[in-house]
């Protein structure tokens, strides 16, 4: 059974750092892209990063310069580190793996920022 679980949201106060991580269990972990997407309230989920099982980064731009992903194989987790939080990385953070056709995601984990 895959399993892919976020976890580090919380509350957060602009400015501050919030480390989401999602371990995945059930897959090949290091076969897998990883990624993280976000979805707001009354927006459309987008793709925050996304981490290449080469380990190639990329990150959206909104948020390239504040925002990293990484993956530990060994550990079969990804991690996404943000510093200068603002209240509009508000949203629920969503892990997602994917492999030549097979997807899975995580059921989210919720990130506040407030001013």
């Known amino acids: 059974q895959v399993q892919l679980v976020e976890s580090g949201g919380g509350l957060a106060q602009a400015g501050e750092s919030l480390r989401l991580s999602c371990a995945a269990s059930g897959i090949r972990f290091s076969f897998y892209a990883m990624a993280w997407h976000r979805q707001a309230p009354g927006k459309q989920r987008e793709l925050v990063a996304r981490v290449t099982r080469g380990g190639t980064t990329h990150h959206a731009d909104s948020v390239k310069d504040r925002i990293t992903i990484s993956r530990d194989n060994a550990k079969n987790i990804v991690y996404l580190q943000m510093n200068s939080l603002k209240p509009e990385d508000t949203a629920v953070y969503y892990c997602?793996?994917?492999?030549?056709?097979?997807?899975?995601w995580g059921q989210g984990t919720q990130v506040t920022v407030s001013s």
């Open positions: 997602h793996a994917s492999y030549i056709g097979y997807e899975y």
